[in-house]
């Protein structure tokens, strides 16, 4: 089997993505990219304010057209938003990366997702999370981060990538 070209963090708001990502890059001495941090840099805008005056889809063409860039490049742990596999483009685009999608138990993610600044479809974030399920289930590999601190579920992704 081939190595996988990146180690991919997807999953819902709330489950650990942005957390996670930058901890997992420095124990596998990877580059970390964060999808979101990189549009709001190249656009000069943030998440929220491109979804107030750009509209969702423009933010979703900027998302799926950065990580069909990142998907085709090795050698770093993505972070992606929580909506991004949403894009079948781009989830045929990380088929050769490792996917795994982080999940959390929905008390958790209500404790998590409190404080909505910034994200915003967090206000109804239960019915997107329940549209979104199947999408989210079909991924190859998950990790429920609800009871895990940050430095175990960095060694279980960390053990996941170095099984590849
Ligand atoms: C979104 C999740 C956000 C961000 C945007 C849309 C989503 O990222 O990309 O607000 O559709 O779930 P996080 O999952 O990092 O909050």
Not at 59 to 73: K, M, N
Not at 102 to 109: G, I, K, R, S, W
Request: glycine share 8%; proline share 5%.
């Amino acid at each position: 089997m081939e190595r996988p070209r990146n180690l991919v963090l997807t999953g819902f708001m709330g489950t650990g993505k942005s957390t996670l990502g930058p901890q997992v890059a420095a124990a596998l001495g990877l580059a970390f990219v964060d999808t979101d941090t990189e549009i709001v840099a190249r656009s000069g805008l943030s998440i929220g304010d491109l979804f107030a005056q750009r509209g969702e889809p423009y933010f979703r063409l900027l998302e799926s057209q950065l990580c069909q860039h990142l998907a085709s490049e090795s050698g770093r742990v993505i972070a992606t938003g929580g909506g991004t596999f949403l894009d079948p483009a781009t989830r045929f685009a990380f088929q050769s990366s490792l996917v795994v999608c982080l999940t959390a138990d929905p008390q958790v993610l209500a404790e998590r997702l409190k404080d909505r600044q910034g994200r915003p479809l967090a206000a109804d974030w239960r019915h997107h999370l329940k549209q979104r399920q199947p999408i989210y289930e079909a991924l190859p590999h998950h990790l429920d981060t609800s009871n895990l601190s940050v430095v175990e579920a960095t060694q279980h992704l960390v053990r996941l990538w170095n099984c590849r």
